[in-house]
């Protein structure tokens, strides 16, 4: 699934299936880029109701489009996508969404997650990780916490 609509002008919109959820114009932004469709729709829930204007990506190559359109605020990277390997978009994001928070939600194991978190350290990025089945208390948490960072 790979959605960004826009809704009433200058208003970022949230669009999970056939639901979408208008923002402030100033809303932080949310990428969540996951090939599971059930996932993708889960996390863009949780972060369209934590005030985030969400797009999804279930590839790298609309993930990497997005980015290049504009940078996030949050990034939650599944590294494993459909064979392809999601440790790739962390230089991605580090060339066009430096700021952005990235949590790593996946299912890989945790030698990769924390291998992960080392490159992302490296890219001077700020990383976190969620290992599937995701905590979605925790996701809210970490993005609230965003969030404020955020609006400071």
């Given at each position: 699934m790979d959605a960004r609509e826009t809704g009433p002008a200058a208003l970022p919109a949230t669009r999970?299936?056939?639901?979408?959820i208008a923002q402030p114009a100033l809303a932080p932004t949310f990428l969540v880029i996951d090939d599971?469709?059930?996932?993708?729709?889960?996390?863009?829930?949780?972060?369209?109701k934590a005030g985030y204007a969400v797009t999804?990506?279930?590839?790298?190559?609309?993930?990497?489009?997005?980015?290049?359109?504009h940078p996030f605020d949050c990034i939650t990277l599944d590294l494993l996508?459909?064979?392809?390997?999601?440790?790739?978009?962390?230089?991605e994001i580090a060339k066009y969404s430096p700021g952005a928070m990235v949590i790593v939600v996946s299912g890989a194991s945790p030698a990769v997650r924390e291998s992960t978190?080392?490159?992302?350290?490296?890219?001077?990025?700020?990383?976190?990780?969620l290992p599937k089945p995701v905590n979605f208390s925790d996701l809210r948490l970490l993005l609230a916490d965003r969030k404020a960072a955020c609006a400071s």
């Amino acid at each position: 699934m790979d959605a960004r609509e826009t809704g009433p002008a200058a208003l970022p919109a949230t669009r999970v299936a056939d639901t979408t959820i208008a923002q402030p114009a100033l809303a932080p932004t949310f990428l969540v880029i996951d090939d599971d469709p059930v996932q993708s729709m889960t996390m863009a829930r949780v972060g369209g109701k934590a005030g985030y204007a969400v797009t999804t990506a279930a590839t790298l190559e609309n993930a990497i489009a997005e980015i290049k359109q504009h940078p996030f605020d949050c990034i939650t990277l599944d590294l494993l996508l459909g064979g392809q390997n999601g440790m790739v978009m962390l230089g991605e994001i580090a060339k066009y969404s430096p700021g952005a928070m990235v949590i790593v939600v996946s299912g890989a194991s945790p030698a990769v997650r924390e291998s992960t978190l080392r490159i992302a350290t490296d890219l001077h990025l700020d990383s976190a990780e969620l290992p599937k089945p995701v905590n979605f208390s925790d996701l809210r948490l970490l993005l609230a916490d965003r969030k404020a960072a955020c609006a400071s």
